[in-house]
């Protein structure tokens, strides 16, 4: 440690550091912009000088090191003459409409004009004439208002090794940009920010706008827009190293069927993911599955969090993946939990909805079971008619109950011989039971289930199945892949169809359709349809399945307030509070059937209630990964933009159409790595040391305090 003397202020510093960095260490501002902490001094604005008492001259503090018994002086009429001097050579070409900045109110720059007390029109004496930049995804480049601090070349060079960026003349005027101003994409960059995060002005900046709360969801979308905000880059990064448990373990940390969602997440992240801007979005769920199928050391559970017992107890009506998900946090909170579940197996819709050639049962059983090694006492074939007698043993009663009833649209024919619902149907199919389907098949409705019913009518041996549904194909709620896949196994699809009956005697003989000319919903959320004239049309068939909606198998009779299409009353959003006190309620049976994973953020949040209520913190939080050591140089990467996503391993049509036996391998060993990879690492620029304005100076304050004062 050396001391040195700043402004009269005796002050110990470690040795080796700057004055420029004693000083901010210290609360005294000294003013500075092409310093930055994370980078190299480039010693290019002149801004941070002071006088060393007994030197001549002034010295730049950001590269002028502590010695014992240095004397500083940071203001005098010379340095503040020097410094304006300074000011008007960064604002001699800067634009002089801040306020038309989208960085307005963020701009670092800006904050030194009104610290300095300069008039930033008066030394305005020259426009560059460049053109905001624009073509490149995720990032515009407007280098009008570049004041060649030089931090952005330095985060992408030095702090990052990219080495993308670099200084170009045009027209005697220098700029940041690339070797022969090629596109980011074509110069490899890696797109991660680190460029528009040191940038002090609005030169280089992220195309979405934000303000600083929605800076995170933003910048890292796939993780916001994750129902349970599992920290995708930080699995994507241990994947990429081939560290699959550890990649595990941060799933685990936020949901307990990894190999599940492996394989039916819904993927919102990947709509999100910011990759998909540059070409295609990674491959997150097929890597969340791989990494949870090799995972040969279960990190997650040796780390697992358990609770002393609370002496509560807890029954979860409803095994899946809702009932399941509270009822495992839960038990780790010390509570003691019952599950009852109606159906001889775990899982719910995991179970009993989603195909086993999309999911199969073996991986089901075992991720519903981990609900047993937590402590979970399981009770199967159970169903629960009246929940509030189960208050009169236990403290608390979750209803996860699900929504296993099929909806029968209201139309002519519906009560034909040959009817039946994607429920029922998918149930039967399930449990190796009847269906009673004939050999041609009509699905009506266009989504997930929709799909599943079509496709597993064709595995249960109907020559024909046409899945019909009023959306235009652009617009079908079921995923491309389902649609695809479908496609390939024979299964005629037909968008944009209105259903006018059922048609036959006593038994189905067919449907009829007319063509859809136009479909939207008014301001009131009412479905206006428009056909098209004598389009009426009728497919024949002896079996019809509905699939337009299921419900909760629930009446007025269980005691509980319900909701609309039969749900069961509570605050969306806010609490899983029913009507009843002591009973709580999540999942689809609250809110409609949605997707397993929005089912699991819904059991976890209604655990963290029912923990509070019971007289805990509700904090089911845990860490069960290591913390991981993130390499900020990222190295430059060949083509990096053109890297194309991975394709998963799908089992041809015609082997795969007449049975239930898996059909999609995932990702294979070579690709899980490169794929990982192709991850833009958002997060990583939360990791560049936070901007401080003079204001966050404290003895810079009482300075500017006293100034006021005289
Ligand atoms: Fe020292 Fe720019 S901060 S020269």
Not at 285 to 290: L, M, S
Not at 537 to 543: F, L, S, W
Request: one cysteine or more.
């Amino acid at each position: 440690m050396v001391n040195i003397i700043i402004d009269g202020k005796e002050i110990t510093v470690p040795q080796g550091v700057s004055v420029l960095e004693a000083a901010l260490q210290n609360g005294i501002y000294i003013p500075h912009l092409c310093h930055h902490p994370d980078l190299p001094e480039l010693e290019s604005c002149r801004l941070c000088i002071v006088e060393v008492q007994g030197r001549e001259g002034v010295f730049t503090s950001c590269t002028l090191k502590v010695e014992d018994g240095l004397n500083i002086c940071t203001k005098s009429e010379k340095i503040d003459h020097l410094r304006k001097l300074a000011m008007e050579l960064l604002l001699a070409a800067h634009p002089e409409d801040c306020s038309t900045c989208p960085k307005y109110g963020r701009c670092e720059f800006q904050t030194l004009i009104q610290y300095m007390e300069v008039s930033a029109t008066r030394m305005r004496t020259r426009v560059k004439g460049f053109q905001s930049n624009e073509k490149n995804p995720l990032l515009i480049h407007d280098m009008n208002r570049c004041v060649l601090c030089g931090r952005c070349v330095r985060a992408c060079n030095d702090l990052r090794g990219v080495k993308v960026l670099q200084y170009n003349k045009k027209d005697m005027e220098t700029y940041v940009g690339t070797l022969q101003d090629k596109l980011l994409k074509d110069s490899d960059c890696c797109f991660c920010g680190a460029c528009a995060e040191v940038c002090p002005t609005g030169t280089i900046r992220d195309m979405l706008n934000y303000s600083p709360i929605e800076k995170r969801d933003t910048l890292i979308p796939c993780e916001a827009t994750c129902p349970v905000r599992t920290n995708i880059p930080k699995y994507l990064r241990f994947a990429k190293e081939g560290k699959f448990a550890e990649a595990t373990a941060v799933i685990h940390e936020k949901l307990p069927f990894p190999e599940c969602l492996g394989r039916v997440c819904a993927h919102s992240c990947e709509s999100k993911c910011r990759r998909g801007e540059v070409n295609e979005a990674v491959s997150i769920r097929d890597i969340k599955r791989f990494a949870a199928e090799h995972d040969n050391n279960k990190l997650w559970k040796k780390n697992s969090k358990h609770l002393p017992s609370t002496g509560k107890t807890v029954c979860v009506v409803g095994g899946g993946p809702a009932g399941l998900a509270a009822a495992f946090y839960l038990a780790k909170q010390g509570h003691e939990v019952v599950l009852k579940e109606a159906y001889p197996r775990l899982g719910g819709q995991m179970q009993y909805g989603i195909p086993s050639y999309r999911l199969p049962r073996e991986i089901v059983d075992k991720e519903a079971n981990y609900v047993k090694e937590v402590g979970v006492k399981v009770e199967l074939n159970t169903r629960v008619e009246k929940p509030k007698e189960l208050l009169e043993k236990f403290d608390v009663v979750l209803m996860a109950i699900g929504t296993h009833n099929g909806v029968r649209l209201p139309m002519e024919g519906n009560e034909l011989n040959g009817i039946t619902v994607n429920t029922e149907f998918l149930r039967k199919a399930s449990m190796g039971e009847d269906t009673g389907i004939g050999k041609h098949v009509i699905v009506l409705g266009g989504g997930n289930v929709a799909f599943d019913c079509a496709r597993t009518a064709k595995r249960l041996g109907a020559e024909e199945v046409h899945l019909a549904c009023l959306e235009k194909r652009e617009v079908m709620l079921a995923d491309d892949e389902e649609i695809l896949q479908a496609g390939e196994e024979g299964i005629f699809v037909h968008p944009g169809q209105t259903f006018e009956r059922i048609v036959g005697d006593d038994k189905v003989t067919g449907a009829a359709f007319c063509n859809v000319k136009n479909f939207y919903f008014d301001e009131n959320r009412k479905a206006i349809i428009e056909k098209e004239p004598n389009s009426e049309h009728i497919i024949n068939a002896d079996t019809v399945i509905f699939a337009v909606g299921q419900r909760t198998a629930i009446n007025e009779d269980a005691g509980l307030k319900l909701g609309r299409g039969n749900s069961i009353a509570v605050e969306i959003g806010k609490s899983a509070k029913t009507s009843v006190e002591g009973i709580f309620a999540c999942g689809d049976a609250v809110y409609g059937t949605k997707t397993v994973i929005e089912a699991v953020a819904s059991g976890r949040a209604a655990a963290s209630e029912i923990d509070r209520f019971l007289g805990g913190d509700g904090d089911i939080s845990e860490v069960l990964a290591p913390e991981e050591q993130k390499l900020s140089n990222i190295g430059r990467i060949e083509g990096f933009g053109y890297l194309r996503r991975a394709k998963e391993d799908i089992v041809q049509a015609d082997k795969r159409k007449n049975n239930f036996n898996d059909v999609n391998k995932g990702l294979c060993n070579d690709d899980i790595c490169s794929e990982a990879g192709r991850c833009l690492q958002c997060d990583l620029r939360f990791d560049i040391t936070k901007h401080r304005v003079w204001s966050d100076y404290s003895i810079s304050n009482e300075v500017e305090v006293n100034k006021n004062a005289n």
